[in-house]
C-alpha cells in the first residue's frame, strides 16, 4: 500500500516541549571598535518559534552568527541542551566550529542565499543530509555497495522533503539558475535535510511577494507545529512575526530591549519607540 | 546550461543514478569501446602518419593525471601548480620499489599511490589558510622542493639525475621490446586509464565529491551544513596526489626511466591547462583535455615539418609554442568552459534539430 505519511522525523532534539532548548548568556561581540553585541542573554524553549527582531544594524545576524559559530564572541556562553539516551547535558557552541556545531543538529539558512550555486536542487538538498553520511573515499570510487546504498537511503529523506516544500518540478535545475524565492526553500529545505535540533533562519521572507511569505510562513509553521522543529527566526515583517512565533527578544544596538510573548512586545514602550523612533 | 532531455522517464533512483541512462548513451559507450579496441591497429596502420601509438599511451598515462588534477582543482576549487612533482614522486617511488628493493612491479605501484597521495595531503595543509594565487605561489614551492630533492638525492640516480628501470615483469610475463611492446603497454595504460576514470567519475556522484564541490562553491555553507571543510580540501589534495603518484609510477615504468627533469614546472602547468581547456569540473573534459594538450603539439610538429621541410627542423618548438599558445588564448576566449562544453553543446545541437533551440 502507498501511503502519503511522512515517514522521517525532521525533529532531531530530545528536549521536551516547554523545556529549555538554548541558552544565551552574556555575550558580547566586538568587530574591532564596533560593539555588534553587547551582554545579550535570552533563553529559547524547545517547539518555539522564537523570533529575533529589531531594526537594521541592530546585531540580529551576528547573534545568529554566533550560534551557529561563524563568529565567536569575545565574551558570554551560548549552550545548547541535549537529551541523548535519557541522558540530559548541554554544549557550549561558542568553542566550537561551525561544522561541529552543524552536527549537534543545529541547522541555518542565510540572509543572503549562501547556496552551492553549480549544483542541482537535489544535490544541495543531499548535501543537507551530510552530517548523517560516511565519506569514505574508496567507497565512493567503487561506487557499486555501500556508496549506492547510502546515496539511495538519504535520497528518500531527501525526497520528503522535496515533497514538503514543493520542489518537485525544480529537482534537477542548477540552484543558480531558479528565481530567487524558490532559492530561498531551497536553503530552508537543505537545513531542514540535517534533521535540526534547532533551526536557524536569517530572514527566510525578505524580497518575497506576499504570496512568496504566505507560503514560507506556512512551511514554517508546518516544520514546526506538525513536525516538532524548533525555530530561531529573524525576520523584519511584523506581522508575519506577531503570528506565527511564540516568544520575541528585541535587539537595538546589540542590546535585548524587549523578551516576552507578542502580546508583550506590542505594549512594550522601549520597542514601540525603537521601532517608531525617539522624537523627543 | 546543457539541454535536459524531455521524455526520459526513470522508475528507480537506480536507474536515475546510472551513469549511461538512455540507449543512444549506451550505443555511444560501444562507440568509444569499438574505437579504443581498433585504435593500436589504427595507429600502426592506416593513422600512422598522424598518430603513433607511443603517443597514444602517453596520452593515457597523462589522462590519469588530469582526472586526478580536475578533482582538486575542477571539483574542489583548490589550484594546485605542483601536479607536476606530484607524478615525479609516483615516478620515482615505483622506481625505487623496482629496482632499488627488487619487489614486484605492482606492490612499487601501490606504494606509489599511496605514498604520493601522503606526501600531497602534507602539501596541501596550505589550502587551509590560502585561496586562490596565494595558493598556488605556496603549491609551487612543494613543486620546487620534490624537483631539488629528486635531482640532489644521488641515491636515486644511474646516471646523471636519471633512474633507470628495468622492462616491466610482473609474475613469468615480461613486456616486449620496442613496437611489440608498445602494443601490450596500450592494453596496460588502457585498464588503468579506464578505471581511473570511472573512479574519478564515482568519486564526484559520491557524498565525497559532493563535499568537495560544496567546499568549491561555498565553503561557509560547507561548513553550516557540517563539511568539514579543513579534512575535504586536504583528502581532496591526498585524492588528486594519488592519482597524480599512478601516472607517476607508470610513466616511469613505461619509458623506463624516471628523472625530474620531465616533471618540471611546464609539466605542471601543461596539467593545469589540459584541465581548463578539457572543462573545469568534469571528468570526461580531463580526459578531452588530456588528449587535446598532448597530441596538438605533436601534430603541429608534424604538420609544420610537412610544410616546411626538414630545415624547418630548429624552427620546429618555437612556432609550435606560438601556436599552443595562440589556441589556448582562443578557448580562453570563446569557450572558457572547455572542450566538455563544445561536446555538450554539439550534443544539444543534434538533439533539437532541426530547431535551433
Ligand atoms: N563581519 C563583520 N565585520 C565587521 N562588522 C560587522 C560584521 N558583521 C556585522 N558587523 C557589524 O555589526 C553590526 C550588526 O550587524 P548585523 O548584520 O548583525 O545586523 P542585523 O541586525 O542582522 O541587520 P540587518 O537587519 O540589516 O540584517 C553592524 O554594525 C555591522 O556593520
Ligand atoms: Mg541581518
Known sequence: MLTRAYQFDLNSSGVAAGEPLLDVSGVSLRFGGIR??????????????????GPNGAGKSSMLNCVSGLYRPQEGRIQLHTVRDGEVGSTDLVTRKPHQIARLGVARSFQNIELFGHLSVLENLMLGRHIHMKHRVLAGMVW????????????????????????QAHRHAPVGALAYGIQK?????????IEPSLLLLDEPMAGMNAEEKEDMARFVLDVNELRGVSVLIIEHDMSVIMDISSHIT??????????????????????????????? | MAASSTGTYFTSYRAESALRRTKAEWARLALIAGFLLALPSLATGPLHQVLELHVINMVLIVVIGAVGLNILIGYTGQISLGHGGFLCVGAFTA?????RFDLPAPVGIFAAVVFTAALGAFFGLPALRLKGLYLAIATLASQTVIIFVASQWSWLHDQGETMNLSRLRIGGFEIAARGAGHWQWYWILLVFAVLSVYAGRNLVRSSVGRSFMAVRDQDIAAAAIGVNVTRAKVTSFAVSSGFAGLAGALWAHYRGNAT?????LETSILFVAMVIVGGLGSIAGAVYGA??????????????LNVGGSEWTSRVPHLEMIFFGLLIMLFLIFEPRGLDRIWQRTKDYFRFWPFRY
Open chain 2, 260 to 264: 625530474p627533469e620531465t616533471f618540471v
Open chain 1, 144 to 167: 557499486f555497495g555501500p556508496a549506492r546504498r547510502q546515496e539511495f537511503a538519504h535520497r528518500e529523506f531527501v525526497e520528503e522533503v522535496i515533497d514538503l516544500l514543493q520542489l
Open chain 2, 291 to 304: 588528449a587535446f594538450m598532448w597530441m596538438v603539439p605533436e601534430l603541429i610538429t608534424k604538420a609544420l
Open chain 1, 250 to 280: 528585541v535587539l537595538d544596538f546589540g542590546k535585548v530591549i524587549g523578551d516576552g510573548t507578542p502580546t508583550e512586545i506590542a505594549q512594550n514602550d522601549d520597542v514601540i519607540r525603537a521601532y517608531l523612533g525617539d522624537d523627543e
Open chain 1, 185 to 193: 526553500r531551497v536553503e530552508f529545505g537543505r537545513a531542514l535535510c
Open chain 1, 36 to 53: 555588534a553585541l553587547s551582554d545579550v542573554s535570552f533563553r529559547m524553549r524547545q517547539g518555539d518559534i522564537h523570533a529575533v527582531i
Open chain 2, 95 to 99: 622506481g625505487v620499489f623496482y629496482q
